[in-house]
């Protein structure tokens, strides 16, 4: 079974920066795609950012500019960094690992991790 776990979550003043972790324990991570989503108190689970296995980078329109997806080429991590926070960025944050196999979607998500943006 592949587990997933973030790490990375924290409280941070407007403005201010973090670097999300996420470990996939699979042995092969590199057919992975990994994608960062996150929830807010009372609002829907949103797709932030993802990351192909080639490496290919998305985000959405909310957090170009400011925030920036990569995954190790040799290891099992991925990353997201996080700059001019704002405290409509306040949510948890999800990381999902995604592939297909014969046409199907076999995906993983972790717990969460908090991230708090407020002075």
Same mark, same amino acid.
């Given at each position: +079974?592949? +587990? !997933?776990? #973030?790490?990375?979550?924290?409280?941070?003043?407007?403005?201010?920066?973090?670097?999300?972790?996420?470990? !996939?324990?699979? %042995?092969?991570?590199?057919? $992975?795609?990994?994608?960062? /989503?996150? +929830?807010?108190?009372?609002?829907?689970?949103?797709?932030?950012?993802?990351?192909?296995? /080639?490496? $290919?980078? #998305?985000?959405? @329109?909310? !957090?170009?500019?400011?925030?920036?997806? %990569?995954? @190790? %080429?040799?290891?099992?991590?991925? /990353?997201?960094?996080?700059? #001019?926070?704002?405290?409509?960025?306040?949510?948890? $944050? $999800?990381?999902?690992? #995604?592939?297909?196999?014969?046409?199907? !979607?076999? @995906?993983?998500?972790?717990?969460?991790? +908090?991230?708090?943006? %407020?002075?």
């Amino acid at each position: +079974q592949v +587990q !997933v776990v #973030e790490s990375g979550g924290d409280l941070v003043q407007p403005g201010g920066s973090l670097r999300l972790s996420c470990v !996939v324990s699979a %042995s092969r991570f590199r057919v $992975y795609a990994m994608n960062w /989503h996150r +929830q807010a108190p009372g609002k829907q689970r949103e797709l932030v950012a993802g990351i192909t296995t /080639h490496g $290919y980078p #998305e985000y959405a @329109d909310f !957090v170009k500019g400011r925030f920036a997806i %990569s995954r @190790d %080429s040799g290891g099992n991590t991925g /990353h997201l960094q996080m700059n #001019e926070l704002k405290p409509e960025d306040t949510a948890v $944050y $999800y990381c999902h690992a #995604e592939r297909t196999i014969g046409g199907a !979607v076999v @995906d993983y998500w972790g717990q969460g991790t +908090q991230v708090n943006v %407020s002075s």
